[in-house]
């Protein structure tokens, strides 16, 4: 089986390492294209048995799969350049491209192609977040309709590179909040704590690798004993104690309520 990843930057690239890292491709069954040779190189680099291209129309011909992972303003653009070479009918269409939902694919995918309305193109939208790339993304599948058969397939393959879930496509702007743009918020209270460390006198490589570790340790804490977070934190919320007037200090910054009000900002 071979696959083809369209735009190999950030995400594409990610991709198209914890694939191989996983082993569920080998790398020589990867293609990866991108606009400039600095980016085919940079893959290069780390992957050199990658099969790199700047030609999108030569890089679908044989693929089993295609992943389509150019910003959103540039798919309508890629899918014209490259729809008359696609055979929908045995290739697999993967879209990571948020906000574009997948009957806006299907749409710009057959509008003057010939066997429209003949078939159903298999079309998916694959919403990892940049952990990808060390296994441990959490990745949201929606199919194009219900009962499509290579759901299975692109569930396996992602299942490789961390936890998936399958959902409907109303969801999938919730979850790309809350995992693809909660990567960076979950970055953001690292950093800000590694800041903190710093300023009361821990020095910065010590306190990015002790909040580093204690994000790890409290996810595996929950995930492992299925508790609430809620739970968790009285555990360690003595009466008195400094873990709650440091908590309840971060409240009355708004701690919650601008997570919450970041979250539905992603979603409008």
């Given amino acids: 089986m071979k696959i083809t990843i ?3 930057g950030n995400m594409g690239g990610a991709i198209a390492r914890g694939l191989a890292k996983s082993g ?11 606009r400039t040779a600095g980016t085919l190189e940079k893959l290069r680099s780390t992957n ?21 992972a150019v910003k959103p303003w540039l798919m309508q653009g890629l899918i014209e350049e490259i729809k008359f070479s696609l055979d929908p009918q045995k ?11 997948c009957s806006q ?25 940049t952990a990808v790339e060390v296994l441990e993304s959490m990745t949201f599948i929606s199919a194009i309709r219900e009962g499509m058969p290579q759901l299975q397939l692109i569930n396996h393959i992602f ?40 300023e009361i006198g821990v020095r910065a490589a010590d306190a990015q690798k ?15 004993k299925g508790t609430h977070p809620a739970a968790e934190i009285d555990k360690v919320t003595t009466p008195g104690g400094i873990t ?13 309520s601008s997570i919450i009000r970041g979250l539905k900002e992603c979603v409008k």
């Fill in 159 to 198: 299942a490789k590179l961390g936890p998936t879930m399958v959902v409907p496509e109303s969801q999938i702007s919730a979850c790309t909040a809350l995992a693809s743009c909660g990567i960076a918020f979950a970055m953001r209270y690292i950093h800000a704590s590694a800041q903190g460390g710093v």
């Fill in 24 to 34: 569920t491709f080998a790398e020589e069954a990867i293609t990866c294209t991108a």
């Fill in 210 to 224: 002790i909040m580093e570790h204690t994000i790890i340790g409290a996810a595996k804490l929950l995930l492992e």
């Fill in 6 to 8: 369209i735009g190999a």
């Fill in 91 to 101: 290739q697999i269409i993967v879209s990571v491209a948020a906000g574009i939902p």
């Fill in 244 to 256: 709650i007037r440091g908590l309840n200090e971060m409240e009355h910054a708004g701690f919650t």
């Fill in 105 to 129: 694919i299907e749409e710009w995918l057959s509008t003057g192609m010939p066997w429209k309305g003949e078939f159903l193109p298999a079309i998916f939208r694959v919403i990892p977040n």
């Fill in 48 to 68: 050199p048995g990658f099969n790199l291209l700047t030609d999108n129309v030569a890089a679908v011909n044989g693929a089993d799969i295609v992943v389509l």
